[in-house]
């Protein structure tokens, strides 16, 4: 997944942060492991940013270390945390509210 400068719904509720941006790529590929530097691409973020707060997501356990390929060690979001499963949720909830009025909306156009 490549960083898309468009603002978002998810970021207009929760502002346009370092850390929300992270959050929000990390909830869309959920399902997949990503190295340090592919979440920073992807959350259209330079990767000094990520390191200062890189801590505080292992800290608070909203990421957990899956696997190591070669040097590179891959992440993914703790899907098992109580806090992350809220953030799920209500991620989703957001995407599909955001996408039912654009459906919505469309009609009305056409």
Same mark, same amino acid.
């Given at each position: 997944?490549?960083?898309?400068?468009?603002?978002?719904?998810?970021?207009?509720?929760?502002?346009?942060?370092?850390?929300?941006?992270?959050?929000?790529?990390?909830?869309?590929?959920?399902?997949?492991?990503?190295?340090?530097?592919? #979440?920073?691409?992807?959350?259209? /973020?330079?990767?000094?940013? %990520? !390191?200062?707060?890189?801590? *505080?997501?292992?800290?608070? $356990?909203?990421?957990?270390?899956?696997?190591?390929?070669?040097?590179?060690?891959?992440?993914?979001?703790? #899907?098992?945390?109580?806090?992350? /499963?809220?953030?799920?949720? %209500? !991620?989703?909830?957001?995407? *599909?509210?955001?996408?039912? $009025?654009?459906?919505?909306?469309?009609?009305?156009?056409?």
């Amino acid at each position: 997944m490549k960083f898309q400068d468009e603002t978002t719904l998810f970021r207009e509720i929760f502002g346009d942060t370092p850390k929300i941006r992270v959050l929000e790529y990390l909830l869309e590929g959920r399902e997949l492991d990503h190295s340090i530097g592919d #979440i920073a691409e992807g959350a259209g /973020i330079n990767r000094v940013t %990520l !390191f200062r707060m890189w801590n *505080n997501l292992e800290k608070s $356990k909203i990421i957990v270390h899956t696997r190591d390929i070669g040097n590179a060690k891959l992440y993914k979001l703790n #899907i098992s945390n109580y806090y992350v /499963i809220i953030l799920i949720e %209500l !991620f989703d909830k957001i995407i *599909n509210t955001d996408f039912k $009025k654009e459906k919505i909306e469309k009609k009305i156009i056409a």
